[in-house]
């Protein structure tokens, strides 16, 4: 996988929990040229730990000379996002990824209604820059908690005018989803990005309304969540390696030496799919990729994100 | 060290008195694709990362002796049939990004062949074969003679086809087809993954296309692939297309016991996957090499591997390249050079 180094360039405090990073190229040079929606894989040595975290690229898709990323502090981190707080500084060497996007504008879409909750507005701020730049029509819709948590609304009326709309929940503003979605064209594509009860909310009004599932897309991505320890065998190598309750299955395999191959690690993207052998207990499931009847099969497991509550896990690699 | 310099491009033909020929370095660098003596679909994908030196897989985009002759011959057929370029509209960023893809691969690669001077997007191409001088403004296809990917598309060996992502699934929106095996992007344009390989025998029982899709759509800009596909053409014709099957078609059944070793040719495609940066699209280039079976005679080797492999293929897919025709002669012509030992494992010559 194809990796860049690069050097934290600029740290702007947003909010009370937002941090907006500049990043550039180490060596000086451009950064490579992404799609609106694109994001990139950080990662963080933390103790001698290496922690990997999808971070949207926020920034003008013209723009080659830096990559922007905001990070909001989670309350129950698993070490990123504090590391990214606390300790990263302007100076601060960072490796990421070549930027990968599941989040693309579709390009026959005749109308295009965002839709961000909180942090979840990230992915938006690149594709409008794509949006702009191409004349789509489109409307953004920012829903936040209270007025300290505007981030970017500055920025975001500069760039969308009278397309974007603001909904600050502490001031009773709500957004009304059913009702937005009802009066909206055929060829219309919708696009959210947030906290998972407003996706969720978002895909069941749109199935309820009729909308075709490709005409509606959505960005989550998940932090491993902990759990018990388990122990997974690869059959193809032989190896057995032990996933701590604080370490994702993949990060203990990539621990362990071996080379699983991964892309988003937020379990949206599918790429880190594993073939499940055999599983003396139950596969705990959180990612976005499988279907619910692909989960209960319990053939394929997600490692980034997943794991077991079992004894012994056997997957094919 | 640079090959570049060493280039002596032929003055030859795809079509009419097809004086198209191989030089004996060509002959060596040709991209043999038989490693065993069995032929299957495989998903044979691998990092399309620098080759050998002198091979052609040492550069992302590769030019040799032919790069000329195949620029003119795709010129004819784009004026005999402009419907062989095709570019829906909601793809020009990866038009765009095509620009880029070409021609900083090729004036880093060759710098003695091609310039490129960039200040911001006011753009210098050279192309020094061609005679091109060319200032333009990227992102401004009013500073072009044509489309920007028809434009860098007339200046590049092989065939592309760009594949726009969307809904999980490739679609076939962009290409530029002059030097194709039998298929047409008329007919293909607009086309999900699935649908345009619908024809291809075996390999959806095999579950190759959905394996083939799932890996492609994860694929990363950085990091292109790559693979070789193969089938077989009377002469050295580079547009086999359906559209033009009245001029070449007839030429299977000339195939005598006399003139297999000149008339036949092994058509090699190298296939690279390169995402793109900014359309987020895939282009899938397909660049041909022709050798005739006298050529690849040269080394015994490959006249072995070459018999074996064709006798032992599956009818389906010989019916499927087109071979049933004179396959059997390819094998008899072959035949008194297989001493029956057994082939080392892998592509090399000798």
Not at chain 1, 101 to 128: C, D, E, V
Not at chain 1, 260 to 284: H, N, Q, T, Y
Not at chain 2, 329 to 342: F, S, T
Request: glycine fraction near 6%.
């Amino acid at each position: 996988m194809s990796v860049l180094n690069v050097k934290v360039a600029e740290v702007e405090q947003v909010t009370e929990v937002v941090k907006h990073f500049t990043l550039v190229q180490e060596n000086g040079e451009p950064l490579p040229h992404f799609s609106g929606g694109s994001h990139v894989v950080v990662s963080m040595d933390i103790n001698g730990r290496i922690h990997r975290n999808p971070y949207s690229l926020m920034g003008s898709t013209a723009n080659s000379d830096s990559y922007h990323i905001s990070v909001r502090k989670q309350e129950n981190s698993r070490g990123g996002s504090v590391y990214m707080h606390e300790q990263v500084k302007p100076g601060t060497r960072l490796q990421i990824t070549y930027p990968v996007n599941l989040f693309a504008i579709s390009k026959l879409g005749r109308r295009h209604i965002l839709i961000a909750g909180g942090i979840g507005i990230t992915p938006f701020m690149s594709q409008i820059s794509d949006l702009n730049r191409l004349g789509y029509d489109y409307e953004l819709h920012y829903a936040y908690r209270s007025p300290e948590h505007a981030a970017f609304r500055e920025q975001l009326q500069e760039m969308c005018g009278d397309r974007v709309h603001f909904y600050v929940d502490s001031e009773g503003e709500r957004l009304d989803i059913p009702d937005l979605l009802s009066h909206q064209p055929l060829g219309t594509h919708v696009y959210t990005c947030g906290p998972e009860p407003m996706v969720k909310a978002l895909h069941l009004h749109a199935k309820n309304l009729g909308w075709p599932d490709n005409h509606v897309h959505s960005e989550e991505f998940t932090a491993p969540p902990s759990g018990d320890e388990f122990t997974v065998e690869l059959a193809l190598s032989g190896m057995e390696v032990t996933v701590p309750g604080d370490m994702s299955m993949l990060e203990a395999m990539e621990e362990a030496g071996a080379e699983p191959p991964f892309l988003c690690r937020g379990g949206a993207c599918g790429r880190c799919e594993l073939e499940v052998v055999s599983c003396d207990g139950v596969i705990m499931h959180n990612d976005h990729y499988l279907s619910d009847h692909e989960k209960a099969e319990g053939r394929s497991i997600m490692p980034c994100v997943s794991r077991a509550k079992c004894s012994k896990l056997v997957v094919n690699l | 060290m640079n090959m570049a310099k060493t280039i002596a491009f032929k003055q030859e033909t795809f079509r009419d008195d097809y004086s198209y020929s191989n030089s004996a370095e060509a002959i060596r660098r040709f991209p043999f694709p038989f490693a065993e003596d069995e032929y299957m679909y495989s998903v044979n994908i691998e990092q399309h990362t620098p080759g050998a030196p002198g091979s052609v897989f040492e550069h992302a985009i590769d030019i040799d002796e032919h790069y000329l002759a195949e620029c003119e011959d795709r010129r004819i057929t784009l004026e005999n049939d402009p419907g062989r370029y095709i570019a829906l509209p909601h793809m020009m960023d990866a038009q765009w990004d095509m620009v880029e893809l070409v021609m900083e691969s090729l004036s880093r690669d060759y710098p003695d062949l091609f310039e490129l001077t960039r200040d911001g997007d006011n753009w210098h191409w050279v192309n020094k074969p061609l005679g091109i001088d060319q200032k333009f403004v990227f992102g401004d296809e009013s500073t072009l003679p044509m489309e920007p990917f028809e434009y860098v598309g007339r200046q590049v060996q092989g065939d592309w086809v760009v594949m726009d992502q969307r809904d999980d699934d490739l679609f076939a929106d962009m290409g530029i087809i002059t030097s194709q095996a039998d298929w047409s992007l008329a007919f293909d344009a607009g086309m999900s993954f699935k649908e345009w390989h619908g024809p291809v025998p075996q390999a959806n029982e095999l579950g190759i296309f959905d394996r083939a899709l799932k890996y492609l759509l994860h694929l990363q800009y950085g990091s292109p692939v790559r693979r070789l596909n193969w089938t077989m053409t009377v002469n050295p014709r580079l547009d086999t297309s359906p559209e033009e099957y009245p001029l070449w078609g007839p030429d299977n059944v000339s195939v005598t016991a006399d003139n297999v070793g000149q008339k036949v040719h092994l058509r090699v495609e190298l296939q690279a996957l390169f995402r793109l940066p900014r359309s987020n699209a895939m282009a899938f280039s397909i660049r041909g090499y022709l050798a005739s079976i006298d050529d690849l005679k040269t080394y015994p080797r490959w006249a072995k591997r070459l018999r074996r492999v064709l006798t032992n293929l599956h009818p389906d897919l010989s019916e499927y390249k087109g071979l049933d025709n004179y396959r059997q002669l390819v094998i008899d012509y072959l035949a008194p050079m297989d001493d029956g030992a057994e082939l080392e494992l892998g592509t090399h010559p000798e």
